[in-house]
């Protein structure tokens, strides 16, 4: 079913695992990233950032993930990440994605409510979810770097505060991650996400999850983290094989002989996620 964020993670929360959000870096991967959810059994949250909903066309993402999500029999949810434009936000709402996030976290608290608030109205007018962020994640995010000595966690104070007076549906908390990370991993903060969870009523959601050891996600999922994103990773291993079979073939061969195995990379990676994101030994 063609479905929202809301609905996912609700579901994630009664039986306690995450569903992973994976990024879309073109419409070549999006089949594959689907059919590895349902080979796990698993709901999936597609999401994109507002440039590549741009190049692909809103239309299009929507079409593939609703005509899938029937076909498949698994529930798909479409998401627009870290979008700071209302009006981005709207046009992913007008042409059907059933999630957006609105990312004013480096906004002053009071605009970031504000400005959340305004997305928040909205968006739940056409029974769209809404994820909000508090405090910043580092790395780097389509092209925007964040140095780590700006880098300011998610206060659990200011999380009840924002979660009420917003609505959102969802917040990604700062706990530690970062974007683009890949090459190695970081140390989460889980005593300060213990704390989170302890005073809010909504999912959490964790930005930059390639970067977080496996080891330690379970731990993150029995302490409220029900959205799990993970983008870098098939980003590299899509990039990594096309370099290979581009190389190696010739100027003649079909494409799809190219980019299969790019796409079954990105499967791969996506059902292994999956596996550990269902939290199965809980």
């Not at 080979?39 to 993930?65: M, P, R």
Request: aromatic share 6%.
């Amino acid at each position: 079913m063609y479905t929202t964020l809301k609905e996912v993670t609700r579901k994630a929360e009664e039986l306690n695992y995450t569903v992973g959000a994976f990024n879309a870096h073109n419409l070549e991967m999006l089949p594959d990233m689907i059919r590895a959810a349902k080979e796990q059994g698993s709901s999936i949250i597609i999401q994109t950032s507002v440039d590549t909903a741009k190049y692909i066309g809103h239309e299009n993402l929507v079409a593939v993930c609703k005509s899938m999500a029937t076909k498949e029999m698994v529930d798909v949810a479409l998401h627009l990440d870290h979008a700071k434009n209302f009006d981005d936000i709207k046009e992913a709402i007008d042409k059907g994605y059933t999630s957006v996030m609105f990312d004013g976290s480096s906004l002053p608290f009071k605009e970031n409510i504000i400005k959340t608030s305004i997305v928040v109205k909205y968006a739940h007018k056409f029974g769209v979810s809404v994820e909000g962020e508090l405090g910043t994640i580092g790395g780097t995010e389509e092209g925007i770097h964040v140095d780590e000595d700006k880098k300011v966690y998610t206060d659990p104070k200011d999380a009840i505060v924002f979660v009420e007076a917003t609505g959102v549906d969802a917040l990604a908390v700062a706990i530690g991650t970062n974007h683009g990370q890949y090459k190695s991993k970081t140390e989460v903060n889980v005593p300060l996400l213990k704390e989170i969870d302890a005073v809010v009523d909504v999912p959490l959601v964790i930005h930059g999850g390639t970067g977080v050891k496996e080891t330690d996600i379970p731990e993150l999922i029995n302490n409220g983290i029900r959205k799990f994103n993970v983008g870098t990773e098939l980003l590299v291993a899509w990039t990594k094989t096309a370099k290979e079979t581009f190389g190696e073939t010739k100027e003649t061969k079909s494409l799809r002989h190219n980019i299969i195995p790019c796409n079954q990379a990105v499967k791969e990676i996506v059902k292994h996620k999956i596996n550990i994101f269902m939290n199965k030994n809980e």
